[in-house]
């Protein structure tokens, strides 16, 4: 972890300062780096990233930046992602060349205000996350009741920031940039796709929501029965990013009903997503396996592999999938990647051998697509 005074940190950061909100004094510093322990995480910092712009709000008061308070029992990760949607119509971009969401730095705040205003504000130590993503704007912000507070949504770049931002923000959307502009390493993507992804599934009161889907069971098998339509033999089956293992019994199920048997396994790098699925699914306990996509080496090969692209960083995607239908599809085996309506014509541009595709139309929802790739026999 790097701290604050390091020669890539805006000096109005290194220095730390005071801010008086009413009777009180909150002192600050700010670190920056993102290997700290952030369970006392109270508030988020987000610098949402619409192509080379920056999401600002504008508001009857003033302009402002995106964030909010971690509510009790909530992951920060988890505030992000509200506050984007309720403040500026915003979500996170499901395919981004960057990690989902990405915490760069941590402003440590300590106010220090008469007991009146304590009586408010039960904590006097706050630790606000600071943290970059790419995300799309998907509809209106959510209005306040009164409908008083109206929220303007502005895209801005660095230098309309510093018109309109404190010294602190603007130095912290630098910053991001920065970030940005020189990326992260294999580790951290998966380390940010990890965290994010679980944080999500495990507190969703669903098993399609534990898995990733939003939705009753007559939406998730609209949306994933199709990945059995390339299985023309029995055998083995691997999910890869498995969460909870909904998607192993469901595909049993459902090849059985076409006269097929698949004995399933699955894969997740998150072992908290492995722990709930061997809670779910005792009987296959041993068929779980914790371990990073990108680099996992299975035990042995499987008749069919399911995966998304997602599972892996943008720029590794052509190459890992040719050492997934190498490395762990069986001879006459096959690769079925599932993804939005196009995924074949992705894989195609990347040069693998797509065998064949299936679509699976959902109404006013966008269509799913399942293409597989086959391995030599």
């Known amino acids: 972890m790097r701290h604050a005074g390091e020669s890539d940190l805006p000096q109005v950061l290194a220095a730390g ?11 600050w510093t700010f670190e920056l780096g993102d290997g700290w322990d952030l369970k006392d995480v109270t508030n988020v910092f987000l610098v949402p990233f619409v192509g080379d712009r920056i999401v600002v709000l504008r508001l009857p008061t003033g302009h402002s930046t995106v964030g909010g308070t971690v509510e009790p029992g909530e992951h920060w990760c988890v505030t992000a992602t509200r506050e984007l949607r309720e403040e500026a119509g915003a979500r996170l971009r499901p395919d981004s060349t960057g990690p989902l969401l ?34 799309e704007i998907a509809g209106e912000p ?4 009164d409908g008083e507070q ?14 309109l931002l404190t010294p602190e923000a603007v130095a ?4 991001a940039a920065a970030q940005r502009s020189r990326g992260v390493d294999d580790a951290t993507w998966s380390r940010d796709n990890v965290r994010l992804l679980e944080e999500h599934y495990l507190r969703a009161p669903t098993p399609e929501g534990q898995s990733g889907k939003l939705g009753d069971a007559a939406d998730w098998a609209l ?11 029995d ?26 048997r698949l004995e399933p396994y699955g894969l997740d ?35 069919f592999v399911h995966t998304m692209v997602d599972l892996v960083p943008p720029r590794r995607r052509p190459d890992w999938l040719r050492r997934v239908l190498r490395e762990m599809v069986a001879p006459g085996g096959r690769l079925i990647v599932r993804d939005y309506d196009g995924i074949g014509d992705q894989l195609r541009s990347w040069g693998l051998p797509v065998a064949g595709i299936a679509v699976q139309p959902r109404g006013a929802k966008r269509p799913q697509e399942a293409a597989w790739l086959d391995a030599p026999g």
């Open 17 to 27: 300062g005071t801010w008086h909100w009413g009777t009180a004094r909150i002192d």
């Open 102 to 135: 990405h915490p760069f730095g941590i402003l440590r705040c300590r106010s220090h205000a008469p007991q009146p205003y304590r009586s408010h504000q039960p904590h006097p130590f706050h630790a606000r996350v600071a943290a970059w993503c790419e995300v």
């Open 142 to 145: 959510t209005q306040p009741e």
């Open 150 to 163: 109206v929220v303007e949504v502005l895209l801005v770049d660095l230098d309309e920031a510093r018109r």
């Open 172 to 175: 912290l959307f630098q910053l």
């Open 223 to 233: 949306s994933r029965r199709l990945v059995v339509r390339p299985v023309h033999h």
């Open 235 to 260: 055998g083995t089956f691997l999910d890869l990013g498995c969460a909870n293992g909904l998607l192993m019994e469901s595909v049993q199920r459902w090849a059985a009903e076409g006269g097929r």
């Open 269 to 303: 790098a998150s072992e908290r997503l492995v722990s709930l699925a061997r809670e779910r699914l005792p009987q296959w306990h041993d068929r779980f396996f914790v371990g990073n996509a990108l680099t996992w080496t299975p035990p042995r090969p499987f008749d």
